[in-house]
């Protein structure tokens, strides 16, 4: 069946170190992939997207490459910033008809200065 | 930049009691979505809505919730008679058209059933 998973924190970084956030999925065709963030007190955004095979999205510094060989989408930034702690979510939009996201469990970062 | 809203931002309730947690989704979008989140675990699809009725729904969506689009610009979340395991914080989404559309998520409403 489908299903995501991703790398579980939480990520303890100091300021202007490079982040990588594993999420791998398992699925029929080929999904839509999408990160979220959720900061501090706050609902989800978008932070980037990519819905086709080798697409790179990207957005405030961060990057994910859809690789359709590895199944994977991980999320990089070379440089993160103390006002990057959040917590992330890798979500699939597995095709088949259905609308829904599919989230991983979230990664907690915390960017100390 | 619009935006989904949705009120209240915290909900505390009696166990048994009937809840309504309202939302605006953005203005032109026609697909709006409802997921939960209970503490410390994952974000949940409840159910999406398109065109006055559902058109997807979770196994967590039973016969205590329905969803309601009352007038041009809410959508709605019932909850008839709440359980203690109903707690969560509660997200609101909208996009223009299903398929591989953005989401664009509220900022929650926490119910605490007590």
């Known amino acids: 069946g489908n299903s995501v998973t991703q790398m579980e924190g939480p990520v303890t970084l100091s300021e202007e170190a490079f982040l990588t956030i594993n999420c791998t999925y398992t699925a029929t065709g080929y999904p839509s992939l999408f990160w979220y963030v959720q900061y501090p007190g706050e609902g989800l955004q978008l932070l980037l997207k990519a819905t086709k095979a080798d697409d790179k999205g990207s957005n405030k510094g961060f990057e994910a490459t859809y690789r359709k060989e590895t199944t994977s989408f991980h999320l990089e930034k070379g440089s993160v910033q103390v006002s990057d702690s959040a917590v992330y979510f890798c979500?699939?939009?597995?095709?088949?008809?259905?609308?829904?996201?599919?989230f991983g469990k979230g990664t907690k970062l915390t960017v100390n200065p | 930049e619009p935006e989904v809203t949705q009120t209240p931002s915290h909900q505390v309730t009696q166990m048994g009691q009937e809840v309504i947690l309202r939302c605006v989704p953005i203005?032109?979008?026609?697909?709006f979505y409802w997921y939960r989140q209970i503490l410390g675990q994952k974000v949940e699809f409840l159910v999406s809505?398109?065109?006055?009725?559902?058109?997807?729904k979770s196994e967590i969506f039973d016969d205590q919730f329905s969803v309601e689009r009352p007038d041009g610009s809410n959508f709605t979340l019932k909850i008839r008679s709440t359980k203690l395991e109903d707690s969560a914080m509660y997200f609101c989404a909208s996009s223009i058209a299903s398929s591989t559309d953005t989401q664009y998520f509220g900022p929650g409403t926490r119910l605490t059933v007590l």
């Open positions: 203005s032109n979008h026609l697909y």
């Open positions: 979500a699939p939009r597995f095709q088949g008809g259905s609308e829904k996201l599919v």
């Open positions: 809505f398109y065109n006055n009725e559902i058109s997807e």
